[in-house]
């Protein structure tokens, strides 16, 4: 597999809560709890907000969250906030000791 | 505070070389692993290299291997990326990143730069 499976864009109004979706193979997303979300705006260096499925690095917010069931994993952003717009890229270690990303989801925030 | 900084993006030939460098600060350098990832113009991350701490041992998607090689020089705190037999779909943004400490396994990348641009083309 070349590329974890994300949808290409999700939307919500302010306040709304949004699930982004990752599905993999039982050879990265359902070998490993190595899932990790990066949140991206163009131009700018990518950002870390979730590792190890749901651990969240020191300063980000509790709105976001993740989980993980078989070969899929799943960002969850509560409370949306003008702030969270921008693409969204999840990523897993796999079993040929490389890692692999998703191809990205283009949040938007109506 | 962490600092990485790319630099050695250009325009270059196809087949022709180009070096990249990441120049890191704020941390101790020489303790973590650290990653290559670039984006093509309007496509997504892609995972290209990764290098241990003491830089003795490599890994490299499939599609670099054997044209692209990941070093460091501790002592200088900065990361490499020779690119060799560059093709049109070398084309992106490049990426280096530290690897997550905090990590209980491989969860990859925490910090990253902001990239520098290598364009191949005639």
């Known amino acids: 597999q070349s590329v974890l499976t994300q949808p290409a864009s999700v939307s919500g109004s302010p306040g709304q809560s949004i699930t982004i979706s990752c599905t993999g193979t039982s050879s990265d997303i359902g070998r490993y709890d190595f899932v990790s979300w990066y949140q991206h705006h163009p131009g700018k260096a990518p950002k870390l907000i979730l590792y190890d499925v749901t651990d969240r690095p020191s300063g980000v917010s509790d709105r976001f969250s993740g989980s993980k069931s078989g070969n899929a994993a799943s960002l969850t952003i509560t409370g949306l906030q003008a702030e969270d717009e921008g693409d969204y890229y999840c990523?897993?270690?796999?079993?040929?000791?490389?890692?692999?990303f998703g191809g990205g989801t283009r949040l938007t925030v109506l | 505070e962490v600092q990485l900084v790319e630099s050695g993006g250009d325009l270059v030939q196809p087949g022709g070389s180009l070096r990249l460098s990441c120049a890191a600060s704020g941390f101790t350098f020489g303790s973590y692993w650290m990653h290559w990832v670039r984006q093509a113009p309007g496509k997504g991350l892609v995972w290209v290299a990764r290098?241990?701490?003491?830089?003795?041992?490599?890994k490299y998607a499939d599609s670099v291997k054997g044209r692209f090689t990941i070093s460091r020089d501790n002592a200088k705190n900065t990361l490499f990326l020779q690119m060799n037999t560059l093709r049109g779909e070398d084309t992106a943004v490049y990426f280096c990143a530290r690897d997550n400490p905090d990590s209980r396994g491989y969860s990859g990348p925490d910090f990253w730069g902001q990239g520098t641009l290598v364009a191949v083309s005639s």
């Open positions: 290098i241990n701490s003491e830089g003795t041992t490599t």
């Open positions: 990523a897993s270690y796999t079993t040929t000791i490389t890692w692999i």
